[in-house]
Nanobody
């Protein structure tokens, strides 16, 4: 079993920055594939960024150059640094861990980009 707890969401003005954190517990964090997803109002959940256990990253086209995913294995935590935020980034952001072919999800954290 893997437990995930997100934090760091909030209200930010367009052009601002936020850093989301996702703390994992329950198993060997270094063996996970970690990802951030988001679900905007009225839309389906979509992948935002992924990082493998070897540090390979992948980003949705809509966030490339603005968002950065990273991990701190000593703290069993994955981060999503979000810069140059736009109103269309408004969504509930979810952390996901893939471990031994099973997906585990956090509860989500709200990010609202508005002036």
């Amino acid at each position: 079993q893997v437990q995930l707890v997100e934090s760091g969401g909030g209200l930010v003005q367009p052009g601002g920055s936020l850093r989301l954190s996702c703390a994992a517990s329950g198993s060997s964090f270094s063996m996970y594939v970690m990802a951030w997803y988001r679900r905007a109002p009225g839309k389906q959940r979509e992948p935002v960024a992924t990082i493998t256990s070897s540090g390979i990253t992948n980003y949705a086209d809509s966030v490339k150059g603005r968002f950065t995913i990273s991990t701190n294995n000593a703290k069993d935590t994955v981060y999503l640094q979000m810069n140059s935020l736009k109103p269309e980034d408004t969504a509930v952001y979810y952390c996901k861990a893939l471990f031994r072919f099973v997906d585990y999800w956090g509860q989500g954290t709200q990010v609202t980009v508005s002036s």
